[in-house]
């Protein structure tokens, strides 16, 4: 009988952190664990731009480094056609699932579950009440900065608690809910168990031999208050009114990622079980402030960019769709013609065409009265068009994590290509797999 195997997908989590707090009495799941089954470390991209989580995970999909799939914004999956693990394992006669894979495209004939990331525009199969709360949680998402949802989704979203939420959980979501009225990287973890939830109840619906699970709350919370991390030794810390110094966003995450890995443990306790973080993070050198448009169509409409639609994307990213080429050239010029007061840029800008990629990449505080100019336009009071979203604490590198409930400690090399996870992952199942990229 062949051995149901789960993937979760820790974005971005620092496994030297989670030893750390293991150390100091916190994690006992994972202390367990990694005593257990030890953990390799996994190889991606050299260069800093493509250290991404929407390109690492696309390379542990589908066993293509970014120089063979090409996969440079998060949603450009949709246009390309490349194998990922779930096509692999389904064409070999295997039901699979996936709640919100980063990057990922539906391409699945008659899959359990397949529920796509917030960010990617592609099929959804679910049941009605899990659709109708994605469409909730991909504008939570959204709105993360400016902690404002339409009450359609708010409706949404709470039935979408009311029935995937486990009752085991119901102390901690509330604990989560209320915290977040002071603590507000809490609301990413609110989400991140959701997700789990709903994970484990569509597994035992639907008893699939392989799916997997991504969570990005820890990525969140590492970027913006790494800082006030314990195992962070660095020269930083953050102001009072940002993090109080009792504090540890960082553990509060890797807490619950503790807590999602024994529950689903406990819940398919005959379930092999491997965990991947992609890539990882470590403290950023310096001090840099994250803001984010509030009214994209507002703010573009105002400094006279033209478009056809705007589709707000993560934290700082916005896609401008235009209506030809030449509005594109028009769109792309004015945004880059933004400039802040001391001279720096609002805006870096990739025209792809049609449509261009815009994030909002000034890094400097944004106090009332700030101006700024649009060529020889100039305009008062940037302030009120964005909102605060963080502190930059973190960064990425290129190595990640991956751990195998299935190998023991000291069974597997030291370190591995991303580029192998496939084919590791075919290979637990006893199916035949692609040949390893490995260089």
Known sequence: MQVPLLLLELNEVNFEFVEAYARRGALPNFGALLREHGYVRTRSEDKYEQLEPWIQWVTAHTGRSFAEHGVFRLGDIVSRDIPQIWELLEARGLKVGAISPMNAKHRLRDPAFFVPDPWTRTEITAPRTLRNLYTALTQAVSENATSTISAASALALALGVARYARPSNYARYTRIALGAVRQPWLRASFLDLLLADVFIREV???????????????????????????????????????????????????????????????????????????????????????????????????????????????????????????????????????????????????????????????????????????????????????????????????????????????????EFPLTEMPRRIMQALNVDGPASQAA
Request: hydrophobic share 40%; aromatic share 12%.
């Open 204 to 414: 035992q619906r639907t008893r699939p031999q392989f799916a997997s699970l991504f969570v990005n709350a820890a990525a969140h919370i590492q970027h913006h208050y790494m800082f006030s991390a314990a195992p962070y030794d660095g020269p930083h810390r953050n102001p009072e009114w940002y993090v109080p110094r009792h504090l540890d966003p960082v553990l509060d995450v890797y807490e619950l990622y503790d807590h999602i890995f024994a529950s689903v443990r406990r819940a398919f306790p005959a379930s092999r079980i491997m965990v991947a973080t992609g890539l990882h993070q470590d403290p950023y050198p310096e001090v840099k402030y994250y803001w984010r448009l509030r009214q994209h169509e507002l703010f573009l409409r105002r400094i006279g960019v033209p478009f056809a639609s705007v589709e707000p994307l993560m934290s700082r990213d916005f896609l401008v769709k235009c209506t030809d080429e030449s509005q594109a050239r028009s769109a792309a010029q004015r945004l880059s013609e933004a400039i802040a007061g001391d001279g720096a840029p609002l805006f870096d800008v990739d025209n792809r065409g049609v449509d261009i990629f815009a994030m909002l990449v000034y890094q400097g505080p944004i106090e009332r009265g700030f101006r700024f100019r649009v060529g020889t336009t100039q305009y008062d009071d940037l302030h009120d068009a964005v909102a605060f979203v963080a502190l930059k604490n973190g960064e990425h590198n290129g190595t990640g994590y991956f751990l195998d409930t299935g190998a023991a400690k000291g069974s597997v090399p030291a």
